[in-house]
């Protein structure tokens, strides 16, 4: 997908949500948990139920890596389901991948076979990013500030120049090519929501991966004010747990489609009015 194509989502759908299926198996229903897939039948009829009002899915590889090889296939069966039945959801596959080129090479066309866009983790320097923006049709997603208590550790350090680590990184890649407008797109939390002024200096009109809405606790309301563009919004803002979670019984669909509802409501008035 390309920008045009979130944008138009995002207006038509009045919705800047992306739905994170973390789907761990432990935390599934229990009538699910002896279906021959049971995170594949899950996550269908989440995204079924949700599908109208979210612009974007992720899917937390590590959830179905830890499944071995079952897992796996739940994961691109997912994926496949989602662009077949709802070819205009962005997909996503937060797999936070980071190695040498020749590695970073195959990990990209591991994932890029079957999603929109890849997380990827920038602090390995440039030469682990050039693989993954090389595929010119699909989007990188670089973790800059992260919303977990261990941003601080590195993050969040001040460099000799007093910017921090997080604002270096965002110098860095913003430019590694010409069009990283239309291509890349950065992670920052909702949790570290009083950043962002500086996060929109450096870079004013990139989409935003905004994680930590809901079960974190991220400021949804100041990420929206200091993080939206003036012109395409510029945010997709993931909520996982607090939507797939919020039933263990057989309307777990429903209840997530009510709490994505929920959610959709509460956050429009902020992304959608000057």
């Keep these: 997908m390309n920008r045009d194509e979130i944008v138009n989502e995002i207006l038509k759908k009045e919705s800047a949500i992306c739905v994170g299926l973390d789907s761990d198996f432990q935390l599934l229903p229990d009538f699910l948990k002896n279906e021959k897939m049971p995170q594949f039948a899950f996550n269908k009829q989440i995204i079924d139920a949700v599908s109208d009002k979210v612009v ?38 937060d797999a936070k991948r980071s190695d040498i080129g020749n590695t970073c090479l195959q990990y990209a066309e591991a994932f890029f076979s079957h999603f929109d866009a890849v997380t990827v983790t920038p602090y390995l320097g ?52 010409s069009d990283s407008e239309t291509r890349l797109m950065y ?7 009083e950043y962002l002024e500086k996060v929109r200096n450096i870079i004013p009109n990139h989409f935003l991966l905004i994680p930590g809405i809901g079960a974190q606790g991220g400021d949804w309301e100041s990420t929206i004010r200091l993080g939206k563009t003036k012109n395409d919004i510029g945010l997709l803002l993931n909520i996982s747990r607090d939507i797939i979670f919020s039933s ?23 992304l959608f009015n000057p």
């Excluded at 590889?61 to 830890?66: D, G, K, P, R, V």
């Excluded at 693989?131 to 969040?156: C, D, H, R």
């Excluded at 057989?250 to 959709?264: I, P, S, V």
């Design 126 to 177: 440039k030469d682990s990013i050039l693989p993954f923006v090389s595929k010119t049709e699909k989007w990188t997603i670089l973790v800059a500030l992260t919303s977990n208590i261990g941003a601080e550790e590195l993050q969040l350090q001040r460099l000799e120049t007093q910017e921090f680590v997080f604002e270096r990184v965002l110098q860095n890649t913003k430019n590694i090519v």
């Design 187 to 193: 992670v920052v939390g909702a949790t570290k929501s």
């Design 56 to 93: 974007a899915c992720k899917l937390n590889t590590a959830f179905y890596e830890s499944q071995k090889m079952a897992g796996w296939q739940e994961m691109f069966e997912t994926a496949a389901y989602i662009k077949k039945n709802f070819p205009h959801i962005f997909l996503i596959a």
């Design 248 to 270: 263990k019984d057989k309307n777990f669909a429903e209840m997530a489609r009510k709490k994505t509802t929920f959610w959709q409501e509460k956050m429009k008035p902020l």
